[in-house]
């Protein structure tokens, strides 16, 4: 449906490059990044308020590179929504059709099934002054699905709202692509891309530096950047070598990692997810397990339970339920055994 072909656009001393993606009808496609990744920028390409300095962008087979933003068939909501507050909710939601020049009894049929499907029917006589945020996101979804865009581009859409918003917002989303709309929403919320995502890209400095379903971008990082976005601490440059008939990875604190087949070099980069590090007070016996005796710096509450920091040479950070706490007996300076398998241990590519 989408397909951007070697975009490059340079804005300043920043430049996307080399952009190439593909969207298929009826995706919900989130692009995850940093505030200035380059993620807004690609965003008002696909729209058309900006063009590309070279590159091509194709919807539905045609190429609209250069077309106008009005001859898109392309809507986009801003992350400030961008409502106009002279207006009431209604003026806004029937804005885009009045300027098509439609006639009235179309023009509230179309206002009212919009802000219907939005449940924002209650308060199309309402002033846009006083409405909350998760009512002018609405407000602006209304104004933009209004003229049916083949896609539709979200901007941060989540960003403002506090979390129970978020959550009417991200059901509404989901349903809006069930029914059949594609959708390319740019976020720098690892959460938004694993709740709302069919697939996802990962954008920074101007690339886009892995993309796929979001099982395998966030399942096998490719490079540290997204393997942090994915929420894992556990790094460790290394030089790898043979031993005994094995790969063996030693840290820079003379820490040895058994590996799982990775042929021998040196700097190489080692990630452990936080979840697959197991903590016991007896020394575990299985010989396939890397074991490693170490002492606890730290107890921080997070989501789920606590994260425990581990010096074993190496820090280490693991996350464990309340119930794993109380059964460990866990204390600052408690001496514990951390083990992991091999196959736990992903080899990135470089030390980037």
């Not at 058309?48 to 045609?62: F, Y």
């Not at 029937?94 to 023009?107: G, V």
């Not at 690339?207 to 379903?213: A, C, D, L, N, Y």
Request: glycine letters at 8%; aromatic letters at 6%.
């Amino acid at each position: 449906m989408l397909r951007l072909i070697n975009i490059k656009r340079r804005l300043g001393d920043f430049a996307l490059a080399d952009i190439n993606l593909e969207v298929s009808d009826g995706e919900y496609y989130v692009l995850l990044g940093r505030s200035g990744s380059g993620k807004t920028q690609l965003l008002e390409l696909i729209a058309g308020l900006e063009h590309p300095d070279t590159g091509s962008i194709i919807l539905d087979n045609e190429d609209i590179t250069r077309q106008r933003i009005q001859d898109r068939k392309v809507g986009i909501v801003f992350q400030d929504y961008a409502v106009f507050p002279h207006m009431t909710v209604f003026g806004n939601i029937a804005y885009p059709l009045r300027a098509r020049k439609e006639d009235k009894k179309s023009i509230v049929e179309k206002v009212e099934k919009a802000a219907t499907s939005m449940n924002i029917k209650h308060i199309l006589d309402r002033s846009t002054e006083k409405l909350s945020g998760g009512e002018l996101q609405r407000v602006a979804l209304a104004r933009t699905l209004i003229t049916s865009p083949r896609l539709l581009l979200l901007d941060e859409p989540l960003s403002s709202l506090d979390t129970s918003l978020k959550d009417d917002l991200k059901r509404l989303l989901r349903n809006l692509n069930k029914a059949g709309q594609t959708i390319i929403h740019v976020t720098h919320d690892y959460g938004d891309a694993i709740s709302l995502a069919k697939r996802v890209g990962v954008i920074h400095n101007g690339k886009i530096i892995q993309e796929g379903s979001v099982d395998e971008v966030f399942n096998n990082p490719s490079n540290r950047f997204v393997a942090r976005y994915a929420g894992i601490r556990n790094f460790f440059r290394v030089v790898i070598s043979g031993e005994n008939g094995l790969s063996v990875g030693v840290t820079e604190h003379n820490v040895k990692l058994k590996l799982n087949g990775v042929s021998a070099g040196r700097d190489s980069l080692l990630l452990i997810k936080n979840d697959s590090i197991v903590l016991t007070n007896e020394k575990p016996v299985d010989k396939e397990l890397n074991v490693i005796k170490g002492k606890v710096t730290e107890l921080i509450p997070s989501e789920f339970g606590m994260e425990v920091t581990i010096d074993a040479g190496e820090m280490f950070y693991i996350n464990i339920i309340t119930s794993d706490l109380e059964r460990l007996n866990l204390v600052e300076e408690k001496e514990v055994w951390v083990s992991f398998p091999s196959k736990a241990i992903v080899v990135l590519n470089g030390t980037v």
